[in-house]
């Protein structure tokens, strides 16, 4: 179940950065700037397709061994099981699902901020995406910190 929460998010989130990569083409007008931002925003959408893709991969193969070795392997509950067990691919496939989410929305918040012409909604709706980022890391801290029991 655990990896499972984490491949189909991942598989949706592949697909839009697979379709937002080229969103935003070169063209020979382009500033310096604006070309640079432009090459910014295209790696990081590749980057966040590289790393959900990854997920993806790690996922899929774990839920697989799972599947297959489950009554030879046994944990006292799910957490002592994936810790033993598949602790490298639990860890590869919620780092990049989660590093592949931040590149996405930093990519987002960039192309919004290009895109609405207005510099007060362009700034307003980067304003948006950036204490939304802020406010999903804060979540993430906090269930690692209740997972290790910390508080």
């Not at 592949?14 to 379709?19: C, K, L, P, T, V």
């Not at 990081?44 to 489950?70: K, N, R």
């Not at 944990?75 to 919620?94: G, K, M, N, P």
Request: with cysteine; net charge neutral; hydrophobic share 55%.
């Amino acid at each position: 179940a655990l990896f499972g929460n984490i491949r189909i998010p991942a598989a949706l989130f592949a697909g839009a950065s697979a379709g937002a990569a080229f969103a935003m083409p070169l063209t020979q007008g382009d500033g310096l700037k604006l070309g640079f931002v432009k090459r910014i925003y295209a790696l990081l959408m590749m980057s966040a397709l590289s790393c959900q893709l990854l997920a993806i991969i790690v996922a899929t193969l774990s839920m697989g061994t799972i599947a297959v070795s489950a009554e030879s392997r046994k944990a006292a509950c799910l957490a002592d099981y994936i810790e033993e067990y598949f602790d490298l691919s639990w860890v590869t496939a919620r780092w990049n699902f989660l590093a592949g989410i931040f590149s996405f929305v930093v990519g987002m918040g960039i192309r919004a901020w290009l895109v609405v012409t207005c510099p007060i909604f362009g700034n307003a709706a980067l304003g948006i995406i950036a204490s939304s980022t802020i406010l999903a890391v804060g979540f993430v801290e906090d269930n690692e910190r209740a997972r290790r029991g910390d508080g």
